[in-house]
Nanobody
Framework: QVQLVESGGGLVQPGGSLRLSCAAS????????MYWYRQAPGNERGLVAS???????YYANPVKGRFTISRDNAKNAVALQMNSLKPEDTAVYYC??????????????WGQGTQVTVSS
């Protein structure tokens, strides 16, 4: 099993910045892919960014050039630096990982979510 603990959400004015962090713990062989998703009220949960162990990254079009995902493989941690925030970035942000467990099964695990509100 993998447990994820997120931190860093909050209220910020348009144009401001926030940094989200997520740390994984538990019994696993490897964390293969680390993700950030978000879900706004009335919307489906959608992928914001992802990063492989190699460092290869993916960004959804709405956040390209404003958000940066990074990971620390030694600490099994992932971060999302969010700059130039817009009101439409308001959502609950979820950390997720694709991990290989000690039982050698591949599963996806989710954090509890952290609220990000962009408003003046």
């Amino acid at each position: 099993q993998v447990q994820l603990v997120e931190s860093g959400g909050g209220l910020v004015q348009p144009g401001g910045s926030l940094r989200l962090s997520c740390a994984a713990s538990g019994s696993f062989l490897s964390i293969n892919v680390m993700y950030w998703y978000r879900q706004a009220p009335g919307n489906e949960r959608g992928l914001v960014a992802s990063i492989l162990r190699s460092g290869f990254t993916y960004y959804a079009n709405p956040v390209k050039g404003r958000f940066t995902i990074s990971r620390d493989n030694a600490k099994n941690a992932v971060a999302l630096q969010m700059n130039s925030l817009k009101p439409e970035d308001t959502a609950v942000y979820y950390c997720a990982v694709a991990a290989t467990t000690t039982e050698k099964s591949d599963n996806k695990y989710w954090g509890q979510g952290t609220q990000v509100t962009v408003s003046s």
